[in-house]
């Protein structure tokens, strides 16, 4: 894991804190399942492009388009 900072309004600072303690989590906890789950797909897509680099990178001649290919990847997810 990685270390981050960032800057929340106040207000959304305390209710996450009290959100946090009525959950029995930490606020890092809270704030990385919303980050999880807001950007999921665009999480997926990134690490669908990653592996699709590495295999580019091993046979080139099998290349197809950007859009052909997350078409076909979110028709097997």
Do not use: C, G, W
């Amino acid at each position: 894991m990685k270390r981050t900072t960032i800057f929340l309004p106040d207000e959304v600072h305390k209710n996450l804190k009290y959100m946090a303690l009525d959950h029995n989590v930490s606020m890092a906890e809270l704030l990385r399942e919303a980050v999880e789950r807001v950007y999921k797909e665009d999480l997926k897509d990134i690490q669908l492009a990653k592996q699709a680099r590495v295999e580019h990178k091993r046979n080139p001649k099998r290349a197809v388009e950007a859009i052909e290919f997350f078409s076909e990847k979110r028709k097997s997810a």
